[in-house]
């Protein structure tokens, strides 16, 4: 059955500071899509980022970068010099793709203060 | 263009009340989905649909039924509520399967005393 696992259920760091929240997974499908989610405190859930299974390469946003290594079943997000608006609960998610697709399933969030 | 609506946003139920939760997206999309957020345990899925007229169970079905009569609309009914189900239930879509992006109400805040 598949599972994600967020290890960190808080972390506070100070602004300007980075920050890597970590995600592992679970999941017996040879394909299957990650997400990450942002929920920051108005409380909308908002989209991130989608990689398949198929896809190792890093990825860059901005301040935001993903990390997929699927010799360690992680998918580890980092904020590079945090801000205050970075302050949110984020999700991260998984769908395998076996026939029928499964639903999102999430990891219980890690929360995320940044401090000024 | 307004995305995924819920309605209500905040409900008071006393235990043993009905009541209906419904969600309406007018993106086209084929799939949605039925969510509870508790803290602490992340969201977990409730119900969800593949098309119209179909639904599945997800992970905690237990006192909740749906229904989608048309493709834009996916209700959620909880025929006698429960505190236990006091939680703030999120609707979502997306667009031709599970494994594309899911786009998320701003949720309804529900209350059972």
């Known amino acids: 059955a598949q599972k994600v696992t967020q290890a960190q259920t808080e972390i506070s760091v100070v602004e300007k500071e980075d920050v890597t929240l970590d995600c592992v997974y679970e999941?017996?499908?040879?394909?299957?899509?990650l997400f990450w989610y942002k929920q920051p405190p108005s409380g909308e859930l908002v989209f991130l980022i989608r990689?398949?299974?198929?896809?190792?390469q890093n990825e860059i946003s901005g301040r935001y970068s993903w990390n997929f290594q699927k010799s360690t079943s992680s998918f580890n997000f980092t904020i590079t010099a945090s801000q205050v608006v970075d302050s949110a609960v984020y999700f991260c998610?998984?769908?395998?793709?076996?026939?029928?697709?499964?639903?999102?399933?999430f990891g219980k969030g890690t929360r995320l203060s940044v401090i000024a | 263009n307004a995305g995924v609506t819920q309605t209500p946003k905040f409900r008071v139920l006393k235990t043993g009340q009905s009541m209906t939760l419904l969600c309406a997206q007018d993106?086209?999309?084929?799939?949605m989905y039925w969510y509870r957020q508790d803290p602490g345990m992340g969201l977990r899925l409730i119900h969800y649909?593949?098309?119209?007229?179909?639904?599945a169970k997800g992970e905690v079905p237990d006192g909740y039924n749906v229904s989608r009569l048309k493709k834009q609309n996916f209700l959620l009914g909880l025929e006698s509520a429960a505190p236990s189900q006091t939680s703030v239930y999120f609707c979502?879509?997306?667009?031709?399967?599970?494994?594309?992006?899911?786009?998320f109400g701003q949720g309804t805040r529900l209350t059972v005393v």
């Open positions: 979502a879509s997306s667009y031709f399967s599970t494994t594309t992006e899911a786009f």
């Open positions: 999941t017996r499908d040879t394909t299957y899509y």
């Open positions: 990689r398949n299974s198929f896809d190792e």
């Open positions: 998610a998984l769908s395998e793709a076996r026939s029928g697709n499964t639903p999102l399933v």
């Open positions: 993106m086209n999309h084929e799939y």
């Open positions: 649909s593949v098309g119209e007229g179909t639904t």
